[in-house]
Each structure stands twice: as structure tokens, then as C-alpha cells.
């Protein structure tokens, strides 16, 4: 994903964020195998973001995260974000992928579930003080990425349904019981390299400017752009 020799390595640690109304978590599952939530390497850019790094049999996975800002949809003051993007590059086949996002230890005054938009898979949860939205590509977004064969194989265009409707297909967007979302993606042949991007945000709840909300719906490369070049 990037280059490392030029890189402080720092201590491994989990990937989790801490938002007002809970801890965002990650997992990967790579066919049959969940990995660790420590990876086996982590570097730290000079701007503060983590380049994580596993080394299973089947793949590298990386993970780049950090805090970014982008300024409000409208205009308003950023609201505080993070993001994450997975890379998969397969050493073997992969059956499959499974990359997971959840919001735990809510508030008993907080609620939150499916929170989806326009080429947009999202949760959110708030009370009412805060609202905290996670979201990255709907199975829509997914399929015409594939079809570009820039982020995921162009293979995936024919095992992602195209009109969005999940239900038609073992692969796409999965809606949890809990404020969580995951997303089933195809296996991977030898070489083939998959990238998902994953944002976080939070706000003041406020019904009439759900910033978190349109924070979250960020393309992978302008988060890319911010987490290798802004301050975290």
C-alpha cells in the first residue's frame, strides 16, 4: 500500500476508534480464518496515521487509518472523522472476504441500526446529545467499482449484483443485530489486490444537518489523499 522503509515502526496495537457513544471496531476474515484484532506490524506516517500491517498464508492485509479532516457538506465546520482502508493482496486463492465494522459498548440511552443512502452502506447511532455514523460502498458502489478494476478485481462485476439487491446473491452488504455492518465480498486469485474504505464520524445530534452522516459517504482516494498528506 505504501512504502516503509522510511517509516517509524511503533508498537501493534488493535484498530479501534473512540467516538462519544462507543468503540468502532474492525475485523477481516479471510476465507474460513478471522485474523487478530493485533496486526503483526504497524507504522506510523508523520502526520499520526497507522499503516497496520497482517501477514496470514493466503494474503498481506494492510490497513491505513487515521483521523482525517474534511471540511461539512454545507460548508460548517469539519466534524471529527476517521477512516480506514483495507487492502487484500492474495499470495494464494481466497475463497472469500469478510470485512466487518461495529459500534459496542453503546449507551443505554443510545439506539442506532441501518442507515443507508445512495451508493452509500451505513449505520448510525445517537441519543440526545450525539450522533455517530459508520458507512463506506453499498453492493451497487461495489459492483461498478469492480467493473472499473481499479479497487477490486473486474471478475467481481459478474458475482456482485448490480441493482443493489443483496438478497439475490451470497455477496454484499450485511446489516448486523447490533449498530454493525459487513461486507461479504468474492474470493481472490493469486495476485489479485481488493481495496474497501471504511469512515467513522460523529456530530452534535442535530435532525435539520446529519454531518456524521454525509461525512462518512467519502471516496476511497480523497480519504487516501487525506491520511497520506494531512494532519491526523
Known sequence: MLPTDDLARTDPRPAVIDT??????????????????RPETVWELPNGTLLQRWRPKQATVDLLIGRIDVPAWDGGAPVPMWAGIFQVR???????????????????????????GECLAAVSAENERFMVSIGGPDTELLAMQAADGRLMPTAWAQQLPADGNDGDTEYGVRYGDRVALAWHLPGLATGEVARLCIATAWCPRDDDRPAAWF????????AYHHLTTGRP
Open 20 to 37: 462519544p457513544l462507543g468503540i468502532v471496531e474492525f475485523s477481516l476474515t479471510l476465507g474460513a480464518e478471522r485474523l487478530p484484532a
Open 215 to 222: 461525512a462518512v459517504d467519502i471516496p476511497l482516494d480523497t
Open 90 to 116: 492474495a499470495n494464494t486463492a481466497v475463497p472469500g472476504l469478510i470485512v466487518a465494522a461495529a459500534l459496542d459498548d453503546l449507551p443505554p440511552d443510545a439506539h442506532g441500526g441501518p442507515d443507508s
